[in-house]
């Protein structure tokens, strides 16, 4: 894990200093403090029995999955990632992956609705995903939502990304990889931005693309405090 993760401020659960550095979890929770565990409902009786071994933060050790998506509901912003999925993209795990690490809204996955979870690492469970069959239904539920189309391409005309302000409702738009955006996909979209390179690639990785769009988005209107 990268960063600091914060222990819950309930007074109820155990302070910064308690969780320890367990690099694969936490064991049962009489094991691991030697009391009974407090009476919240948003603790799963099964891992305060066995462990929490699972990829989350310190601040959602024993939370049933429910209560995470729950309280991450609370606080999700109001950025929607895309990404087209016509040829079976093995980046859209990556992709999932990074938009629960930044809390966004909801990812859409354009095209075949089957996609490999791997690079995923478990966190699909807690992130809202959806699909569309085409580009054109994507396009219809962007306008519907009031989100401004952004499609991420290097492709002339696209405005760099390191020079633009982000909408704050917006729909960031990725291609799969080789091909790029769709031509739908880029008539569709109010605006096109780039990525900066600077090496011998004509292009980066769908899923770097991603997250590097996406933690513009962060920089630009997050409640950096209220990060972990």
Same mark, same amino acid.
């Given at each position: 894990m990268?960063g600091?993760?914060?222990?819950p401020?309930?007074?109820s659960?155990p302070g910064?200093?308690e ?8 064991g049962p929770w009489r094991?691991?403090?030697g009391t009974?565990?407090p ?5 799963d ?7 929490d071994?699972?990829n ?7 939370w049933? +999955? ?8 609370? +606080? +999700?912003h109001?950025f929607h990632v895309?990404?087209?999925n016509?040829?079976?993209d093995?980046?859209i ?5 990074t938009?629960?690490a930044?809390?966004a809204a909801?990812?859409?996955?354009v095209g075949?609705? +089957?996609w490999?979870r791997?690079?995923a690492?478990?966190t699909?469970r807690?992130?809202h995903?959806?699909h569309h069959a085409?580009?054109?239904a994507?396009?219809e539920f962007a306008a519907a939502?009031?989100l401004?189309?952004?499609a ?6 696209a405005v760099?990304?390191e ?8 729909l960031?738009?990725f291609g799969?990889e080789?091909?790029g955006?769709t031509?739908d996909?880029?008539?569709?979209a109010r605006?096109?931005?780039?990525i900066?390179q600077?090496?011998?690639?004509r ?9 590097i769009?996406?933690?513009?988005w962060?920089r630009?209107?997050a409640?950096?405090?209220a990060?972990?």
């Amino acid at each position: 894990m990268f960063g600091v993760n914060h222990a819950p401020t309930d007074e109820s659960l155990p302070g910064p200093t308690e969780w320890g550095e367990h690099p694969h979890g936490v064991g049962p929770w009489r094991a691991e403090f030697g009391t009974e565990p407090p009476a919240d409902p948003r603790l799963d009786p099964e891992l305060l029995a066995h462990g929490d071994r699972r990829n989350v933060v310190d601040a959602y050790r024993y939370w049933t +999955r429910e209560a995470i998506v729950a309280d991450i509901d609370r +606080r +999700r912003h109001p950025f929607h990632v895309a990404i087209e999925n016509f040829g079976h993209d093995a980046n859209i795990g990556t992709v999932v992956r990074t938009a629960n690490a930044f809390a966004a809204a909801a990812v859409h996955i354009v095209g075949r609705k +089957r996609w490999n979870r791997r690079g995923a690492m478990v966190t699909d469970r807690y992130q809202h995903i959806e699909h569309h069959a085409d580009t054109a239904a994507l396009l219809e539920f962007a306008a519907a939502s009031g989100l401004t189309v952004v499609a991420v391409d290097n492709v002339p005309g696209a405005v760099p990304l390191e020079t633009v302000r982000l909408p704050r409702a917006c729909l960031l738009l990725f291609g799969q990889e080789g091909p790029g955006v769709t031509a739908d996909a880029k008539a569709g979209a109010r605006l096109t931005v780039s990525i900066a390179q600077f090496g011998s690639t004509r292009s980066i990785n769908a899923g770097v693309a991603a997250g590097i769009a996406m933690h513009a988005w962060v920089r630009e209107h997050a409640d950096l405090s209220a990060a972990w």
